[in-house]
C-alpha cells in the first residue's frame, strides 16, 4: 500500500548553498567537515577557511551512504571531486562511517569551532540542540572547548522529540516554533515531557479544550526549561549561540533566551551546519600542522 | 592456573584451589573490614563486588530502584550464585547502601535457617579525630576477632596478626610500586589492566598475589612503553570494579595512569604500622588513611583534594574523570567540595553518571573523547 | 538592587499571622500553632534575646542546648516545614541541585539550598552536627560547616544502637558540654539542666500518652497531629512543647469522654512506614474523610521515648542523651541496621491494631526503599497484610501531583482492601 499521501510532517527541508562570491576553488587549501547525526548529515567544504559549499540531508538507514550523498551533494555545482579536497574531518553520531574522513572528531569539538565562526570570537556558551541530544558547551575564544555537559538520556528537547510532536500534531516541524509564539498567555510546562508519553499528553490536552499553539506551547516551554536546567549547570557567560537543527525553532529560542534573560547571537547562515564546518575548520588544523608535503592521506574504505 | 590479570575474575582459579583444599572465604563489604584479621584466622577475605554482572532485576526486587546499581548488582550476585564459595560475609558500615547488602542478604539467609554462615556487621567511625573513635573502632574489630575465633574454632594469636599485616604490607608496597611505574612519561600498563591487578588483590590470597605481582612488575618494567594515548587521565568517584569501564575511557586516546577510587588506589596506599598490639595498629591505620568521602568531616574532604591534586602534579595528569555512581550521595556530592578548586587550579574535570551494569557504553565514550580532545596537549 | 529574602523572618512572621488569624477563627485550636511559635519566633529572636543561636541536626540533644541557655535551630525542620510551600522549596532545591546529585534527599538538598542561597540572613554562633541521618546528611554538613565559617563541633553517631553506642554518644556529648562552655564564656548550669530535662521527662511521658491514646478503637485524634511530634528533635526540654502536648492530651481525653473519634465512622487503622508525606500533608486528611481511614501512627514518627531516668546522676544523664538521641523520630528506624527498622515496624502494627499498611517512600531516603521488601514480608508474615508500596517526595510536591497520589491510594484501598468510599 502506497503510502505516498501521508504527509510526512516531521521531514524538513532538505538544501545545499554555494557561496556565490568564490568562483573558483583552484588553488585553495580545500577541507571537509561531514556531521552524520542521527537525524541529519550535513556536509561543509571550504576553501582556504572560507565557506564554499554545504548541504543538509536527512540521514539515511546507510550512514555511509548518507555521508556520500551529503558531500555529494555540497559538491554538486563546484567541480570538486573527492580527491581535490585535502583533508577531511567526519564528525557526529556516526563519525566513523565517513568511509573517506582522514580523522574522526566529536561533535563537541566540532559544534565549538562552528559556533566561533558563525557567531565570532565573543560565544563562550554553546548550547547545540541535535536530533537525540542537546549539549551545553563552553569555548573560549578560540573556539576551543572549555567545559561540556551532556543529555543524551532521553529525546525531549532533542530533533527527534520534536519529530514526535509534529507528527502527532499533524504540523510541519518547521512551522512549530512559530505558531507556539501565537500564545497570548504563556502556558503551564506539560507535566511529562517524555516522549513516550507524548501521545496520552497531547489526547489529554486537546481533550480539555487546548488550541493547537497552547499545546506547542506548552511543549516548547518544557522543553527550554530541560535545556535551561543543563546550561544552568554547566554555567552560563556572554555571549550566547545556539547551534543545531532546533535553533531554528524561534518557539524554543525565545523561551530559552527569556528564562535566561540573554539574548542568543542570531545568525544569516545555517547553525544547523555548525558541526560540519567546525569538522571543517579542524580538518584546516590538521592539515596545516602536518605540513601538506608530509601529510598522509588515511582515506577509509567503504565496505562492500 | 589463571594469569594474575585473570584473577580479577570473582571466581578464578585461586579461589577455586582454596576451596577445594578446604578453605574458608569471607566476603567483606567496605574498605573498614580490615582483611588481616581474617588472614590471621586462616580465612580468605574476598571484597564484595559486582564485576561482570549484567543483569540486576533480582536485586532490583529487593533492594528496589532507588538503590545505588553497585549495591543492587552486588546482591544480584549473592542471589545468582556467583559467591556461593562464600562461608560468610563481614561488612561495615560503609555507607548506608552497604549496609543494606548486609542486611537484605542476612533477611534472606534467614530462610535456611542454618548458622553455618557466618554472618557480622561492624560500625567504623565517620568522624576520626575524636579520643573516642580509635576505642570504639578497636572494640569493634575485637569483637569481631572474637566472633570469627568463635564461629570457626580458631584462635588469632598476636603473632598470627603481626604476620598478617606484613603480608598485607607487602601487597601495598608492591601495588605502590605499580603505581610509580604509572608516573613515568613512558607508561607500560593502562588502567584497566591496573584496576584489574588491585582486583586481584582483593580476590585470592594475599602471599599468592605478592608472589604474582613481583613477576608480573619484573615483566611490566621489560614492556615497551604505551605510545597510542593522546592524554593522561584521573579517575575517581564511587567504587569502580569494572576494567571495561576503564577500557572504553581508554579506548578513546584517554590512558587513565592514577585515581582515587575504592578498589583502585586508595585501599593499597599507607602499610599499616604495627607499634603495640596488632588489633590496635590497625584499627589506627584503616581509620586515619582511608580517605573516603563516607567519612563526615572537613578535614577528609580537604584530604580528598589534597590527595587527588598531589597525583595529578606527580602523574602529569591532563584532566580528571569523575564518575558519579546514580544514586551514589556519599561520592555524588564532592561536586560541594571542590569544583571550584578545580576550575581555580586549571585542572579540568569531566563529570560523569555511571551505572554499575554499562548499557550504553556510547555515552561514556562520546564523551571520553570530547574531553581528550579538550585536554589533549598540542605537540601530541 | 532587590532585598535579600531573610528565610527564618519570614517563617517567624508567617507564625504570627498565622496566630492572629487562628485568634480570630478558630482559639480553641490556637495551642497546634502557638508551638510553632517557640521553634520560629525564638530562633528569629535569639540574638534580639541576647541568646546564641546554635545550628543543629538530629541526635543534638536539644536539653543540653536549652540548658546553656541557648537557642537550636534544627536545620531540618526548615525543610519539613517548607514542604508545603513549592514555590519556596522548590527555590532551594533547585539551587542545591547545581552542586549536589537531584537523588539526594529533598530534605538535605534544602538544607544546602537554604544556607548556600544566603536567605539564612543572621548567622548562627555555631554549628553542631552529627552522622545520623544518613548519607545525604553525612554529604552535606562538611559543606555547610566550611560554608558557614561558625565554631563547629561534630559528633560521630554509632552504628548500633546498644550501650558501647550510647557511651559513644556519651562520651562525646561531654565533649560537646565543653564546647559549648567555650562558646558561651559559662559552665554547665546544673541545676538549669536539671529544670530541663525535668520538663524534658514530663514532655516525653504525656507524649507516651497520647500515642496510647492513638492506641484506642477509634483513635480520638486526627492523623494530622501526627506530623508535630517531629518537633521533639529540636523543641524537648522547651516548655512550648509541654504545653502543646497537655493540650493534646486534653483534646484526646475529652474526645474520648465525648466519644469523638478522629473520624465518625473509623474503618481503617492505617500506618506509614517511612517519612512523613509533608509536601502532601492534605492527603491524610482525604483518606479520613473518603475511606474513613485514620493515620494512627507513622513508624518513622515518635514511638516510645527513654527517660531521663536520674537527672541528679551526671555520668548517667549522658548515657540517657545517648538513649534518646539514637531513639528519636526517624532515627530510630532509618539508620543502623535493618532489624530495628523491622522491630520497629512489628511494634508499630501490633501496638496500633493497624489493618491498612502503606510504604509512603519518600525516593530521597533510598536506604529505607532498600528495606522495603523487608518490611513488606515481615508485614505479611505476621500480619497476613499486603503493603501499598508508593513512592513520592516527602519535601518536594513536583514530584508526583496529589491527584496521582489519590488515585494510587484510591486503587490500592479498593482493588485491594476492599474499601468504598463514604457517599
Avoid at chain 2, 23 to 41: D, L, M, N, Q, S
Avoid at chain 3, 307 to 336: N, Q, T, W, Y
Avoid at chain 3, 356 to 377: E, I, L, R, S, Y
Avoid at chain 3, 409 to 420: L, Q, R
Wanted: overall charge negative; glycine content about 6%.
Amino acid at each position: 500500500m502506497s503510502k505516498a499521501s501521508e504527509t510526512e510532517y516531521w521531514r524538513w527541508a532538505e538544501h545545499q548553498w554555494k557561496n556565490p562570491d568564490i568562483p573558483d576553488w583552484q588553488g585553495s587549501l580545500v577541507t571537509a567537515g561531514v556531521d552524520i547525526g542521527s537525524t541529519s548529515t550535513q556536509a561543509v567544504i571550504m576553501a582556504d577557511g572560507k565557506l564554499y559549499a554545504y548541504s543538509s540531508i536527512r540521514t539515511g538507514a546507510d550512514s555511509p551512504n548518507s555521508a556520500i550523498d551529503a558531500i555529494n551533494t555540497a559538491m554538486e555545482g563546484t567541480g570538486l571531486s573527492l580527491p581535490d579536497i585535502d583533508y577531511t574531518v567526519g564528525t557526529g553520531y556516526g563519525r566513523v562511517n565517513v568511509p573517506f574522513a582522514d580523522k574522526t572528531v566529536t561533535e563537541i569539538t566540532c559544534h565549538a569551532r562552528g559556533a566561533n565562526f558563525i557567531y565570532g570570537s565573543g560565544v563562550r556558551t554553546l548550547l547545540d540542540m541535535g536530533g537525540q541530544d542537546c549539549k551545553a558547551i563552553h569555548c573560549d575564544e578560540t573556539g576551543k572547548v572549555t567545559s561540556f555537559m551532556m543529555n543524551d538520556k532521553c529525546a525531549a528537547g532533542t530533533g527527534r522529540g520534536m519529530e514526535v510532536i509534529a507528527n502527532l500534531l499533524s504540523v510541519p516541524i518547521g512551522e512549530i516554533g512559530e505558531i507556539s509564539l501565537r500564545v497570548e498567555e504563556e502556558p503551564e510546562p506539560v507535566s511529562s515531557i517524555c516522549v513516550i508519553f507524548a501521545k496520552t499528553e497531547v489526547t489529554r490536552l486537546m481533550r480539555a479544550g487546548w488550541p493547537l499553539e497552547k499545546v506547542l506551547a506548552s511543549y516548547c516551554r518544557a522543553m527550554a526549561i530541560r535545556v535551561v536546567r543543563l546550561l544552568e549547570r554547566n554555567g552560563i557567560e556572554k555571549d550566547f549561540a545556539i547551534t543545531g537543527g532546533i535553533a531554528k525553532n524561534a518557539g524554543i529560542v525565545r523561551r530559552i533566551e527569556n528564562m535566561l534573560g540573554i539574548e542568543a547571537l542570531k545568525t544569516e547562515s545555517d547553525p544547523q551546519i555548525a558541526g560540519a564546518l567546525g569538522g571543517a575548520l579542524v580538518a584546516k588544523d590538521l592539515i596545516e600542522k602536518k605540513g601538506s608535503q608530509n601529510f598522509q592521506k588515511d582515506r577509509r574504505r567503504v565496505n562492500g | 592456573m589463571d594469569s594474575l590479570l585473570m584473577k580479577s575474575n570473582i571466581r578464578n582459579t585461586s579461589i577455586e584451589e582454596w576451596k577445594q583444599k578446604g578453605g574458608k572465604t569471607i566476603g567483606t563489604i567496605c574498605c573498614h573490614v580490615p582483611g588481616e584479621i581474617f588472614h590471621a584466622a586462616g580465612l580468605l577475605p574476598v571484597r564484595l563486588r559486582a564485576t561482570g554482572c549484567t543483569d540486576d532485576s533480582e536485586g532490583e526486587v529487593w533492594m528496589s530502584s532507588f538503590a545505588c546499581s553497585f549495591a543492587r548488582s552486588c546482591f544480584e550476585l549473592l542471589l545468582d550464585g556467583t559467591y556461593d564459595f562464600l562461608d560468610g560475609i563481614v561488612s561495615s558500615d560503609g555507607c548506608s547502601m552497604a549496609t543494606r547488602i548486609y542486611d537484605n542478604y542476612k533477611y534472606y539467609k534467614k530462610k535456611e535457617d542454618s548458622n553455618k554462615f557466618y554472618l557480622k556487621d561492624i560500625g567504623a567511625p565517620r568522624i576520626n579525630n575524636t579520643k573516642h573513635a580509635l576505642p570504639y573502632y578497636i572494640s569493634e574489630l575485637n569483637e569481631l576477632k572474637a566472633g570469627l575465633e568463635n564461629h570457626f574454632g580458631v584462635e588469632i594469636t598476636e603473632e598470627k596478626l603481626k604476620k598478617s599485616i606484613a603480608v598485607f604490607n607487602e601487597s601495598r608496597e608492591l601495588v605502590r610500586e605499580l603505581y610509580e611505574l604509572r608516573k613515568s612519561d613512558a607508561p607500560v600498563i593502562t588502567g584497566a589492566d591496573s584496576l584489574k591487578i588491585t582486583l586481584a588483590s582483593v580476590s585470592m590470597p594475599p602471599e599468592e598475589f605478592n608472589a604474582m605481582l613481583k613477576k608480573y612488575l619484573a615483566e611490566l618494567k621489560t614492556r615497551k612503553p604505551l605510545n597510542d594515548y593522546r592524554a593522561r587521565l584521573m579517575l575517581i568517584g564511587s567504587a569502580i570494579d569494572d576494567p571495561e569501564y576503564i577500557k572504553v575511557i581508554e579506548d578513546k586516546g584517554g590512558l587513565v595512569v592514577c585515581d582515587a577510587t575504592c578498589y583502585g588506589s586508595r585501599q593499597l596506599w599507607e602499610p599499616v604500622a604495627c607499634e603495640g598490639e596488632a588489633i590496635a595498629s590497625i584499627a589506627k591505620s584503616y581509620l586515619d588513611k582511608t580517605v573516603c568521602p563516607r567519612m563526615s568531616q572537613v578535614s577528609t574532604h580537604n584530604e580528598l583534594y589534597d590527595m587527588i591534586i598531589r597525583m595529578v602534579k606527580d602523574f602529569k595528569v591532563d584532566g580528571i574523570v569523575y564518575a558519579k555512581m546514580k544514586n551514589c550521595q556519599v561520592w555524588g556530592s564532592e561536586t560541594l567540595y571542590f569544583e571550584d578548586d578545580l576550575k581555580a587550579a586549571n585542572i579540568p574535570l569531566l563529570v560523569v553518571e555511571r551505572e554499575e551494569i554499562m548499557t550504553n557504553a556510547g555515552q561514556l565514550a562520546i564523551r571520553a573523547e570530547a574531553f581528550i580532545e579538550m585536554v589533549e596537549k598540542e605537540d601530541n | 538592587m532587590s532585598e535579600q529574602f531573610d528565610l527564618i523572618k519570614y517563617l517567624s512572621d508567617s507564625v504570627d499571622s498565622l496566630l492572629d488569624y487562628m485568634k480570630k477563627k478558630s482559639p480553641e485550636r490556637l495551642w497546634m500553632f502557638e508551638v510553632q511559635k517557640s521553634q520560629w519566633g525564638d530562633i528569629y529572636n535569639a540574638h534580639k534575646d541576647g541568646k546564641k543561636l546554635i545550628y543543629v541536626s538530629a541526635c543534638v540533644p536539644p536539653e543540653l542546648i536549652f540548658a546553656f541557655d541557648c537557642v537550636p535551630c534544627l536545620l531540618d525542620a526548615i525543610p519539613t516545614r517548607l514542604a508545603s510551600q513549592p514555590e519556596l522549596s522548590s527555590k532551594y532545591i533547585d539551587f542545591a541541585e547545581q552542586f549536589v546529585p537531584p537523588t539526594m534527599c529533598a530534605i538535605d538538598k534544602v538544607d544546602v539550598g537554604t544556607v548556600f542561597s544566603g536567605d539564612m540572613v543572621e548567622k548562627p554562633d555555631a554549628f553542631i552536627y552529627t552522622t545520623y541521618p544518613c548519607d545525604n546528611s553525612r554529604a552535606i554538613y562538611p559543606a555547610i560547616e566550611k560554608k558557614l565559617g561558625v565554631p563547629t563541633f561534630a559528633i560521630d553517631a554509632p552504628f548500633r544502637k546498644d550501650d558501647r553506642g550510647y557511651r559513644y554518644l556519651a562520651d562525646q556529648y561531654k565533649d560537646m558540654v565543653v564546647f559549648l562552655e567555650e562558646l558561651t564564656g559559662k559552665k554547665l548550669d546544673w541545676d538549669r539542666f536539671e529544670e530541663v530535662m525535668d520538663i524534658s521527662n514530663q514532655t516525653n511521658i504525656l507524649m507516651d500518652k497520647v500515642s496510647t491514646l492513638r492506641k484506642r478503637v477509634p483513635c480520638p485524634l486526627p492523623s494530622r497531629l501526627l506530623i508535630l511530634n517531629e518537633l521533639q528533635l529540636q523543641m524537648i526540654g522547651h516548655p512550648g512543647l509541654l504545653k502543646f502536648f497537655e493540650n493534646q492530651y486534653k483534646v484526646g481525653m475529652s474526645n474520648i469522654e465525648n466519644g469523638i473519634g478522629a473520624v465518625p465512622d473509623e474503618k481503617y487503622r492505617v500506618t506509614w512506614l517511612q517519612n512523613m508525606l509533608w509536601s502532601n500533608a492534605g492527603i491524610m486528611d482525604w483518606m479520613e474523610k473518603k475511606y474513613g481511614a485514620v493515620l494512627i501512627m507513622d513508624a518513622f514518627g515518635y514511638q516510645k521515648a527513654p527517660l531521663f531516668e536520674d537527672p541528679k546522676d551526671r555520668e548517667r544523664v549522658f548515657m540517657d542523651c545517648g538513649r534518646k538521641a539514637l531513639a528519636s523520630p526517624m532515627i530510630h528506624g532509618a539508620s543502623g541496621p535493618a532489624e530495628i527498622y523491622l522491630d520497629l515496624v512489628d511494634q508499630v502494627m501490633d501496638e496500633y491494631s493497624i489493618n491498612v499498611a502503606m510504604f509512603v517512600g519518600h525516593v530521597g531516603c533510598k536506604h529505607t526503599w532498600a528495606a522495603a521488601k523487608m518490611v513488606k514480608d515481615t508485614i505479611a508474615e505476621k500480619y497476613d497484610l499486603p503493603t501499598l508500596l508508593m513512592d513520592i517526595d516527602a519535601c518536594d510536591a513536583r514530584y508526583k501531583s496529589t491527584e496521582e497520589i489519590k488515585e494510587i491510594i484510591s486503587e490500592y484501598m479498593e482493588s485491594v482492601v476492599g474499601a468504598k468510599p463514604i457517599q
